[in-house]
């Protein structure tokens, strides 16, 4: 009866009912366990430095679209940080050894070994983000969940564009990493003769594009509009111009993007930023996982490629 079956009478539901709650009845998680082959548990890998995690917005945001998502199938969220090939080996021995029903998988680089071990384990997977290697080759039983980086850098392109600007720059995230290279990608759709010396990378952090926003301005004294990776990274290249006299949006326009309206709408001024739904992409990875591991005989679902928007402030 505790597990719902229909075929006991409503009288004695109601009296097993009232005993559970007089007795505080808890099931047993590994009696059940042994009985379904299931840990009601996923893990959620990253695969990036603790302060990254903790300070980035966008995974504080992620994290709350999937927290959401495991609590309302009621299933326990495992954080697993992975920083180097101790934590690698770890956490895959982990993986294999039916801890967990299934794993959501973030932050993949392309010399990173973590995205293609996992893939092979005999244990249902999502992706945040399109795995690097899916560039080269076909996997049609790889799952993931991404936004359009690809149209979201050509949308800020066309932005800035559309002012009037015509020194335009970009700062860019990791160049080992899927979503910057997409972003990236799409900048130069729209910009198809800009010049190397305009494009900067940097690592997503605050520190990063200050270092960035300072060469580009060395660089090119006149630049007149930004593209940045990220919102965070957004917020210190506005910190800079600011030191450096530079009046956004008069001098300089400046698009983010994520969209997070937490950092977006603190910054001075406000950043104008490609939206990309975060906590939605953080809820469609646990609904795809969850769809495998609990129908696993059903057709296996689709990858899911989220649109993006601008969001209009005042940075441009």
């Known amino acids: 009866m505790i597990n719902g079956d229909r075929r006991v009478g409503a009288d004695t539901v109601a009296r097993v009912r009232e005993a559970i709650d007089r007795l505080g009845y ?21 695969a990036e430095p603790q302060e990254r995690v903790f300070i980035d917005p966008f995974f504080g945001t992620i994290f709350r679209g999937v927290g959401k998502a495991l609590a309302e199938r009621g ?12 934590d690698r080996d770890s956490v895959v021995r982990y993986l294999a050894g039916g801890h967990v029903d299934g794993a959501l998988v973030f932050a993949l680089k392309a010399d990173d070994r973590l995205p293609a071990a996992v893939a092979r384990l005999d244990l249902p997977v999502v992706f945040s983000g399109r795995p690097d290697w899916l560039r080269h080759q076909a996997a049609n039983d790889v799952l993931f969940v991404d936004a359009d980086n690809r149209g979201g850098g050509a949308t800020a392109a ?35 003769h ?4 305009l494009i900067v990378e940097a690592d997503f952090s605050r520190h990063g594009a200050a270092r960035a926003m300072n060469l580009l301005l060395e660089r090119h004294p006149d630049v007149d509009a930004v593209f ?43 950043l104008t930023s490609v939206h990309q739904d975060i906590e939605k992409m953080g809820h469609l990875m646990v609904d795809l996982l ?11 679902p689709e990858s899911v490629i989220i649109p993006t928007h601008l969001i209009r402030r005042r940075s441009a």
Do not use: W
């Open 26 to 46: 808890v099931p047993n998680q590994a009696a059940r366990s042994l009985v379904t082959r299931r840990t009601d548990a996923v893990a959620v890998v990253v």
């Open 75 to 86: 299933l326990q969220f495992v954080l697993l940080l992975v920083e180097g090939a101790t």
């Open 158 to 192: 066309r932005h800035l564009l559309s002012l009037g600007r015509s020194k335009i720059a970009t700062i860019t995230g990791p160049m080992n990493q899927t979503a910057s290279t997409d972003r990236l990608l799409g900048f130069r759709d729209a910009l198809p």
């Open 194 to 197: 800009l010049a190397d010396s």
């Open 228 to 270: 940045v990776a990220s919102d965070l990274m957004a917020g210190a290249a506005l910190d800079v111009l600011r030191e450096h006299g530079r009046r956004v949006p008069d001098d300089v326009a400046v698009v983010g993007f994520d969209g997070i309206a937490a950092v977006g709408e603190q910054t001075t001024p406000p």
């Open 290 to 300: 969850t769809r495998t591991i609990t129908k696993p005989d059903e057709q296996r």
